[in-house]
């Protein structure tokens, strides 16, 4: 499903590498944890998968095709068969939780009625039924990310790529979160999780690839934050 | 489905951005409005010049003993000058006459001039008086040519200062322009960066360009249609009350005053440049923040 092979990203701004020689295969219906300090990589590492960045050396491979080659017009629907969640949400404040929902489909031309049809399902999903109406602003953080959530995956993509999605919140939100990813990844949506959580790693025992400044140190099936722990 | 979004979200962000569709209508009003005023301003020299132009001509003054044949060759001459627009023949009867009505109240000069004492002429009206010169080299040294008079010294120096104005004018509405493009820039800017996070999450969820920038451009283009408008406005309103309430009532017929057709021709310039100028500049600035 996504395939890094010996990736490099250079920043202008830097002159260590962001990324270096990463190679990196995941699976289709896979749970990935990305892990490692801030600055590690983990975040050029989804923007890479999104196109939002071109790596400097290197192919990767999303959804059997090679990201290089991808034309510029063609990068929308690229990005329509991934959602993406993030630390702050990114809600649009001044429409309900049922428009920010549909606002992405809005925005990529689905037609009414599937809409209408398809947010109160993944609302339902998330955990949100029965506040379709509400401002953002009047719920919790955890709310707030379910919000997000059901956006990235209203249009059920095959990729679901989540940046720190519990960094904002308390423990016992987050487990709540988490269950909810682990609930969509069983629906067969491969998941990358960004995270330097090490409980919450530690509890799921999910495949953990640990990043330290561009390098990959491990790659390892059911693991746990860190070696020392 | 696919309009219905876009202007469905055009007019979602023309009611939900009223401030800053305001602030960019009222820079594209002040902005236009000054170009309009100093195109109006160089459009009223231009008609001041046409004013004086039409009342200026070359004398081409003949010998006493010209014959036919020079006559019709300094004839053909003048009227194959391209510089010409046209081109009379005075008679030594009509000078006479024109030079009696014009002196009639001198009754002794009138009486002391033999109309033999009037030479014939060609009185030349030029498309551009400027080019007097051309004329008077052209036939002065042709055989029955005595004298060729052009324009005076001081009506020299009023066309050079009129010229001058009219450069001013140009150079005033050239930097009226440029003031209306920063302007505008300034402003469309501020209004993209007042909805970046709308514009990643359409990113984001793989809205194409036309979804992500359509709206917005449209809205760029609504409020300059409205400043272009508000300063067309403003420029019927220099015409009604300065030029002919102001000026042309204090100085009564002294020139003629730019026309309703004058302000015609520039209210189209102020809607298009209006339109295209807020619409380009959101499609560019925009661009910046879909980069990918």
Known sequence: MIRFQNVTKFYPTSARAALADVTVEIEKGEFVFIVGQSGSGKSTFLRLVLKEEKPNQGEIWVAGKELARLSHWKVPHLRRQIGTVFQDFLLLPNKTVRENVAFALEVIGKPRHTIAKVVPEVLDLVGLAGKEDRMPNELSGGEQQRVAIARAFVNRPMILL???????????????????????????????????????????????????????????????YGYAR | MRLRFILSETWLGLIRNVSMLAALVLTVVISLGMLGSALLASKQISTMKDFWFDKIQVSVFLTKDVTQPQRDAIASELNHLPQVKRVYYESQSQACARFRKQFQDVKSLVDNTPCSALPESYRVQLKDPQKYLVVSSAVQNMPGVDEVQGRSKALERFFRLLNKGQAAGLFAAGVALLAAVLLILNTVRMSAMSRRRETRIMRLVGASDLYIQGPFVLEGAVAGLIGGIGASLGVVLVKVLLIDGGVHAMFGNVVNYVGWNDVLSIVPILLVVGVLLAGLTSLLTLQRYLRV
Do not use: F, K, Y
Request: aromatic share 0%; charged share 25%; proline share 3%.
């Open chain 1, 162 to 224: 989540a940046d720190e999605p519990t960094g904002n919140l308390d423990p016992s939100t987050s487990v709540g979160i988490m269950r909810l990813l682990d609930r969509i990844n069983r629906t067969g949506t491969t998941v990358v999780m960004a995270t330097h959580d090490s409980h919450i790693v530690d509890s799921m025992r999910r495949r953990v690839i640990e990043l330290d400044n561009g390098h990959v140190m491990r790659d390892q099936s059911r693991g746990v």
